[in-house]
């Protein structure tokens, strides 16, 4: 066989149809099909009754997750795979759903449009309509909650390296600026019991974080402060940490977040900023090159950036002694000081 006849469109045409695997899988979990199953296994027409599906294809949409490997057969029951029966089902704290939720409710329609935005430049989302996206979002407290878990979820892996890589026996104190439910705070004071922490983030924020660390026994040590980190007191605190913050923005305010983090934190102090932070030759991170399209989708001028653009903007407002450090699957920090 010569190199030409190994060349086939295999690829191509299975990325160009994946949102058919995408949609598949989105469909599945906002039906709370995973849920359903996590209860116990199920045949066809019991799923299919239970699901409340026209039986035209349901059976093929149960057989399609399987070829996915999103769920297991045996004599005609459908079950779980240990993956999805572990992160697909609501009544699990492990859930990852709530992102897919937003996901499907949302990105999925608004990413339609990213021809539109790629010759336009403009957000293709609410903003579309004049609303912006944590406004929106904010206005109903069950969103809120869904997709502040969701932020948990994500930031798991990167919460957890963030705990092992740090030098955090040096500081007592730190603040995690736009900390959602406080995924990250937990982690933190869980794996080091000298450190007490605030979450800072949007006052309508407050009751999801105080109930997450409640749960967890950890309000002694951590609490929450609401404000806007554009405009603002930042609150006290050695060490502060900025997660999926700052991809969010253009470049001015980017800069001015910075500049407000350098002014607030005491000398010696240190910020740790990750994303899913694109690699320096920008060929590799397609997670973060493609979020950074979904910042496209998402806001008026944010953007996803490499290791080393983070380091010269931090350089230029000030912080020193700058590293990038790889967290988990497509995240990593960039950790600098005062
Ligand atoms: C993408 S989430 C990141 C959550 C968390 N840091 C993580 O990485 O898992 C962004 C968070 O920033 C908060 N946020 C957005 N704009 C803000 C602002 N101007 N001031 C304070 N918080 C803000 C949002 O409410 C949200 O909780």
Redo the contacts with the bound molecule.
């Keep these: 066989m010569t190199a030409q006849d190994a060349v086939t469109p295999e690829k191509i045409l299975q990325m160009g149809f994946g949102f058919w695997a995408s949609k598949t899988l989105l469909s599945a979990v906002e039906l709370g099909l995973f849920t359903e199953l996590a209860k116990g296994a199920a045949d066809a027409e019991t799923l299919r009754t239970r699901l409340r599906l026209h039986p035209r294809a349901a059976r093929d949409f149960f057989d399609a997750l399987v070829a996915l490997g999103m769920l297991e057969r045996q004599d005609g029951r459908y079950r779980n795979t240990a993956a999805s029966g572990a992160f697909l089902d609501r009544a699990k704290a492990s859930y990852v759903g709530g992102l897919l939720e937003m996901a499907n409710a949302r990105l999925y329609g608004f990413w339609g449009s990213l021809t539109e935005a790629l010759r336009s430049g403009q957000p293709q989302n609410e903003a579309k309509t004049g609303e912006s996206f944590?406004h929106k979002l904010y206005q109903d407290p069950e969103k809120l909650k869904v997709f502040?878990k969701a932020?948990?979820a994500?930031?798991f892996g990167p919460a957890l390296a963030i705990a092992a890589k740090f030098p955090w026996t040096r500081y007592k104190t730190f603040a995690?600026i736009?900390?959602?439910e406080g995924?990250?705070p937990v982690h933190l004071a869980r794996a080091h019991p000298h450190l007490t922490g605030i979450g800072?983030?949007?006052p309508p924020?407050q009751p999801v974080f105080e109930a997450f660390v409640a749960a967890n026994g950890l309000s002694q040590r951590l609490s929450f402060r609401g404000?806007?980190?554009?405009m603002d007191a930042l609150p006290p605190g050695e060490v502060y940490v900025m997660?999926?913050?700052l991809h969010?923005f253009g470049l001015e305010d980017k800069l001015a977040i910075l500049r407000r983090a350098l002014a607030a934190l005491p000398a010696g102090g240190a910020l740790i900023v990750y994303d899913s932070i694109i690699d320096d030759e920008r060929r590799e991170n397609a997670l973060g090159l493609l979020m950074s399209l979904n910042m496209l989708i998402e806001t008026p001028a944010g953007y996803d950036y490499t290791g080393a653009d983070c380091i010269g903007w931090m350089r230029e407002t000030g912080f020193r002694d700058m590293r990038a450090e790889h967290l988990a699957g497509p995240a990593s920090m960039v950790v600098g000081f005062k």
Excluded: K, Q, R
């Excluded at 404000?227 to 554009?230: I, S």
């Design positions: 944590f502040a932020m948990t994500v930031s995690d736009g900390t959602a995924g990250l800072f983030d949007l924020v404000g806007d980190f554009l997660g999926h913050i969010g």
